[in-house]
């Protein structure tokens, strides 16, 4: 958890060793000096690495001539999202797909992840850890490889633009990535509680159910939180696999690309859609997806 | 434990045994990686080996061998300039996004409110989608309303007016920054963590000899944080070097073929051009590049945790 | 309620050997101890006959029945685990009635029967909290009260009182006597606490490195050690073993002769001889001559070490025992009461006088 964490003082705030400082006030003085340059350093890096975002939101609301001023005092209007939702945006059907390849590829890829990381942290299979290891090589294969025999397969099989080839699309590093995370957590689970359960009558299913599953909850809800993240912000499979029916938010925003020029008030409407979800969960998101990622990479 | 599976009639869930049930509980995950992973992975090899354009027929097109891959190694300037785009990219975005995240790293890794609440708000460049991060810069950077080129008009008189995008030198810059801007909170949380995991007496020891903050940075910290760095440098690269999804929103490769990374040439010659057995080729040689790090990377993290 | 047997059963973990041809039978309604330092195999052979592990040689029977392929929750056993191995989840009650729920039985059976096992072992007014909110010995005592919710056909009880205090282990060690007695079950008790094995047992089997030493009476092998480990791990302090000849019906050894109804060829022999059978007399007055090593008052008598020529031993004083360091002192022993070893092989020799089989 990287809220806890905090640099050895003498890097981050200051307090030195305190000696005996022939003169005190300077020194004193000095310190806040530092103090102010460092905050006004934070407050710069938020407004680089922050402004952006309220930018785009902000850009969103505006009436379609202050968005092509830079004015930032201006009378918000909900236009921009009403002519998004209309032909030919399809801002509504675009948000539908997104929610529920999302919601698709978070339901089959947890259950599925669950029980094999399970297996992966409780039972040894001829080859060791060889398996949970290329499980998570999967992840280095470059997409673009990928997505070329899965655009010739799903043609083949006339799944091109369905919200199914996105979410089977999805599942191809979710699950893989979910297992590596859900396992970490299993593994430091102590098996005495399932086996205390198999001797009281459950059969090894069942002890997953009534006691693994629940203990691994916060691992279970890490890879939620990132199968959320990922899936919701997909866009190269979504875009070589859909057309119509299935575009997603993310390739949505291509469409606000016309011949006259790029309708930056729309791509701003839609970038508000895709945006909202991560602020309302940006404490879990970073709780829990970064801290899942990093973990998952460095540990 | 006898790897031999004993031949038994099915005896339902509940009776099943361990030596049966563990390769049903990750039968499951095997199909989707084989189906979406393995197949993929198998007949692009197998793709690559013949000239298949999608557009003309959908049946697989006569087998050419290594056909492919001798013309990509030998005869494909276009390719070339990938390569050599996707190389600058990768140090330059590599270089740059560690730097800053290292800088935020020491910034904000204290408890104080402000910090915290600076570590949240950073987060969400990075739970952005790539593609709309590349949308967003495509349009702060413009030279008319772009509120960024604003900033950077101010700062940098030189810049003032500049159309970032319609220029080869701005254009990359512009994916490095956005780029940056998108990882930089990723491995800077990685850092933060790290840092926090440094053995406090070290520092303090050091501080006791009386070393300046910048020495103490350079000679007790970074030294300790080498390992984690190192993690660092190769997920980076790999992250680099496919990426692709700013490029298609931001710059889709322009202007003219100056930022057409390999994973962007690739996907236009699969997709635009529809010369899937080219393509396929092409895709295997970046993969074998990422290979070679990915192999470095599973060494480091193996080696840090015995298994 | 049933007999267990384990018929040449052998464990192996990869290339190490935990288990090696292990015999054990357990009559129904037996109260069985293991016994034996740490690692020597106790809760191997426990999950074992819980079905927790495969053997990977050998029969387990329990009832009559062979179970090397059933499953543990068709054992029908009941087992406390060395770390309580409670549902971090559910409460104590839940965690006491999990087996009865497993079982389809529900509502006011169940929670009566979850009431009474809590009430044996004093944990009525705990039932609403999490296991994380109780003390060690009140987590144990939730896992003993979720083994007894039912009668199973077994007990097995692994080190079930390690955690407690040491009044509070007393208490339990009664308790566990008692229930046990009260619902016959068959019992496999694991512990290294020697007390609670003479206390608890009607059975010990001593095991050591993956080998049971000596499966007996907790009288019989306190009274009549099998070989030199048991004589040496049984006992506080440990049995005295002194390397020595026997020829010509005495016992010599540096600095030490014991005359005895010793076997006329005896050859090279280790004696054995506890502390409370050692006793202390003036300088001149023993049969060992000696120095005081070392004394420690235990509470009811001292402990006087002796150094003797090569050995050390050990005898029992009465509390009122005076000796410097290093004061000249000697020893008698009584000769009825004395075992001898072979001293290559380690076994037990039983001699003339003494009624015992060896
Ligand atoms: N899963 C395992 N893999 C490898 N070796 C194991 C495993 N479980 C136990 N062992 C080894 O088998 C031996 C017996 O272990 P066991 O747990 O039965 O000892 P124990 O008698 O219960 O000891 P303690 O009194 O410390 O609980 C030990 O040497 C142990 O290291
Ligand atoms: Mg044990």
């Known amino acids: 958890m990287t809220e806890g964490s905090s640099l050895p003082g003498a890097i981050a705030a200051a307090p030195r060793p305190t000696r005996a400082e022939p003169v005190r006030l300077s020194s004193r003085s000095r310190r806040r000096i530092a103090g102010a340059a460092r905050t006004l350093t934070i407050l710069l890096v938020i407004l680089v690495f922050f402004g952006p975002v309220v930018w785009i939101m902000l850009t969103a609301l505006k009436q379609p001539r202050d968005v092509y001023s830079l004015s930032v005092i201006f009378t918000p209007t909900l236009d921009n999202l009403r002519t998004a939702f209309a032909s030919p945006y399809f801002l509504g059907s675009r948000t539908l797909n997104s929610i529920i390849v999302t919601t698709g590829t978070i339901v089959l890829s947890l259950p599925i992840a669950t029980a094999a990381a399970y297996a992966f942290s409780r039972f040894r299979f001829p080859g060791g850890n060889a398996w949970s290891l290329g499980v998570l090589a999967t992840q280095f294969i470059p997409p673009v490889i990928i997505i070329i025999p899965l655009f010739v397969a799903f043609r083949s099989a006339g799944l091109l633009d369905t919200r199914l080839a996105l979410i089977i699309a999805n599942m191809s590093f979710v699950v893989p990535y979910s297992i590596w995370m859900i396992k970490g957590f299993i593994d430091a689970i102590p098996a005495d509680m399932e086996e205390a359960a198999q001797i009281d009558g459950a059969s090894r299913l069942r002890a997953i159910w009534d006691v693994v599953v629940p203990m691994a909850i916060p691992g279970i809800a890490t890879a939620a939180i990132f199968a959320f993240v990922v899936s919701w912000n997909e866009f190269f499979y979504a875009l070589v696999l859909s057309r119509q029916d299935a575009v997603t938010l993310q390739v949505g925003l291509m469409g606000a690309r016309t011949e006259r020029g790029d309708a930056w008030e729309i791509m701003a409407a839609m970038g508000l859609v895709i945006i909202l979800p991560m602020l309302v969960l940006s404490r879990y998101v970073q709780r829990y997806f970064v801290a899942g990622l990093v973990s998952g990479s460095v540990r | ?307 | 309620m049933a007999s267990v047997e384990l018929v040449g059963v052998e464990k192996r973990f990869g290339s190490f050997s935990a288990l090696q041809h292990l015999d054990l039978s357990v009559a129904d309604g037996e109260f069985l101890v293991l016994l034996g330092p740490s690692g020597c195999g106790k809760t191997t052979t426990m999950r074992m006959v819980a079905g927790l592990e495969e053997a990977t040689a050998g029969e387990i029977l329990i009832g009559g029945r062979r179970v090397n392929d059933a499953l543990p929750k068709d054992r029908d056993v009941a087992m406390v685990f060395q770390n309580y191995g409670l549902y971090p989840h559910m409460s104590v009650a839940q965690n006491i009635g999990y087996p009865l729920k497993v079982r389809g039985i529900g509502g006011p059976d169940r929670e009566g029967r979850v009431k009474r096992a809590a009430e044996k072992v004093e944990l009525g007014p705990l039932l609403h909290r999490k296991p994380r909110e109780l003390s060690g010995g009140q987590r144990q005592r939730v896992a003993l009260a979720r083994a007894i919710v039912r009668t199973p056909q077994v007990f097995l009880m692994d080190e079930p009182l390690s955690n407690l205090d040491a009044k509070l282990r007393v208490t339990m060690r009664a308790e566990i006597k008692h229930l046990q007695h009260e619902l016959g079950v068959t019992t496999i008790y694991v512990t290294h606490d020697q007390i609670e094995a003479m206390t608890l047992a009607h059975r010990v089997a001593v095991m050591n490195g993956g080998v049971i030493q000596q499966l007996d009476t907790p009288e019989a092998i306190y009274d009549r050690p099998a070989n030199l480990f048991v004589a040496g791990f049984i006992g506080s302090p440990p049995m005295n073993l002194v390397p020595g000849r026997i020829a010509g019906g005495t016992f010599q050894a540096p600095g030490i002769t014991i005359a005895g109804a010793f076997p006329a060829a005896g050859g090279d022999v280790i004696l054995g001889i506890r502390s409370e059978d050692v006793t202390i007399a003036a300088p001149g007055e023993g049969s060992i001559e000696g120095q005081v090593y070392a004394s420690e008052l235990t509470g009811e008598a001292v402990l006087v070490t002796v150094s003797a020529g090569g050995a050390r031993l050990i005898a029992r004083a009465p509390r009122s025992f005076r000796g410097g360091f290093g004061s000249p002192i000697a020893l008698n022993v009584d000769a009825g009461k004395i075992h001898l070893f072979d001293e290559a092989t380690g076994r037990r020799i039983a001699f003339a006088d003494r009624s015992d089989g060896g």
Not at chain 2, 4 to 30: C, N
Not at chain 2, 84 to 95: A, K, M
Not at chain 2, 105 to 125: F, K, Q, Y
Request: contains cysteine; aromatic residues 12%; hydrophobic residues 55%.
């Open chain 2, 1 to 307: 434990m006898p790897g031999i599976l004993p031949a038994r009639r099915f005896e339902g869930w509940g009776r099943m045994h361990d030596r049966v049930l563990k390769y049903w509980l990750i039968a499951p995950a095997l199909l989707v990686i084989a189906g979406t992973l393995l197949y993929p992975l198998v007949s692009g090899l197998w793709y690559s080996l013949h000239e298949w354009k999608l557009s003309d027929s959908p049946a697989l097109g006569p087998f050419v061998g290594l056909g492919n891959y001798v013309v990509a190694v030998s005869d494909d300037p276009d390719l070339l300039n990938s390569g050599r785009v996707t190389l600058i990219f990768t140090v330059l975005s590599v270089v740059c996004t560690l730097s800053v995240a290292m800088g935020l790293a020491v910034l904000l890794s204290g408890n104080g409110r402000l910090e915290v609440n600076a570590r949240t708000l950073l987060v969400i460049p990075f739970a952005m989608s790539p593609a709309l991060v590349g949308v967003s810069w495509r349009f702060l950077l413009n030279p008319e309303f772009g509120g960024f080129s604003a900033l950077i008009g101010a700062l940098v008189p030189g810049l003032k007016g500049a159309s970032f995008l319609a220029d080869p030198t701005l254009a990359m810059a512009a994916l490095i920054l956005c780029d940056v801007w998108h990882s930089a909170p990723y491995f800077m949380l990685m850092f933060i963590g790290a840092l926090a995991s440094l053995p406090q007496e070290t520092v303090e020891a050091a501080q006791v000899d009386g070393a300046s903050r910048i020495r103490l940075f350079f000679e007790i910290v970074l030294p300790q944080l080498k390992p984690v760095l190192a993690i660092a440098v190769l997920l980076k690269i790999i992250f680099s070097l496919k990426v692709l999804d700013q490029v298609i929103t931001l710059t889709n490769g322009g202007p003219g073929t100056s930022t057409e990374t390999l994973a962007h040439f690739i996907y236009q010659t699969a997709f635009r051009w529809y010369d899937v057995g080219y393509a396929a080729a092409t895709a295997y040689l970046l993969a074998a590049c990422m290979a070679v790090f990915a192999a470095i990377y599973f060494q480091l993290i193996t080696e840090r945790r015995p298994a």
